[in-house]
T-cell receptor, first 112, second 111 residues
């Protein structure tokens, strides 16, 4: 099992550019989520999905879109990158939302 | 708003000592409780789940006090490799977005 994989590991964008952060899991988990982690702020939930075809907003959803067309994949799209979106992004999955979550290795994003 | 509070530290502890952290949570309907460990520039990894009856795994012991709404983590005979940030995580008690992370407690084990 690869667990939760994320690509890319590092990315630098210019303000206004768009991009997609990829996340995949091979554990047949129903629940997937995206977090951002900033110094002094802890992990904050961006979007989550309780199953294929179902997504919802977390604490900080503005500027991001998600989709869940398959159980395995949960991409995060930045629509028009802003310097405030400079952060480390983690994708996580779990069997159900109340179970322990498994995290991917993260994507370090810098927006200039 | 659901809150999870932790002392950020850092806790500077000599190798071999015992160290304990507490974490308080605000949502009395919370269902699941976990301790995660996060090393610098790495992803959080599950250390242990916290059950109502407590949980022990080697040198690590976790306790849950529902009445006072806190969970604790005890590390005995601390090792240099225990140096990390420990995240308290509380799940449930609302919708599927119920996972709430504390900001973490930074532990430094000194030789």
């Amino acid at each position: 099992n690869a667990g939760v994989t994320q690509t890319p590991k590092f990315q630098v964008l210019k303000t206004g550019q768009s991009m997609t952060l990829q996340c995949a899991q091979d554990m047949n988990h129903e629940y997937m989520s995206w977090y951002r982690q900033d110094p002094g702020m802890g992990l904050r939930l961006i979007h989550y999905s309780v199953g294929a075809g179902i997504t919802d907003q977390g604490e900080v959803p503005n500027g991001y879109n998600v989709s869940r067309s398959t159980t395995e994949d949960f991409p995060l799209r930045l629509l028009s990158a802003a310097p405030s979106q400079t952060s480390v992004y983690f994708c996580a999955s779990s069997y159900r939302f109340i179970n322990e979550q498994f995290f991917g290795p993260g994507t370090r994003l810098t927006v200039l | 708003r659901k809150e999870v509070e932790q002392d950020p530290g850092p806790f500077n502890v000599p190798e071999g000592a015992t160290v304990a952290f507490n974490c308080t949570y605000s949502n009395s309907a919370s269902q699941s409780f976990f301790w995660y460990r996060q090393d610098c520039r790495k992803e959080p990894k599950l250390l242990m789940s916290v059950y109502s009856s407590g949980n022990e795994d080697g040198r690590f012991t976790a306790q849950l006090n529902r009445a006072s709404q806190y969970i604790s983590l005890l590390i005995r005979d601390s090792k240099l490799s225990d140096s990390a940030t420990y995240l308290c995580v509380v799940n449930g008690g609302g919708g599927a977005d119920g996972l709430t992370f504390g900001k973490g407690t930074h532990l430094i084990i000194q030789p």
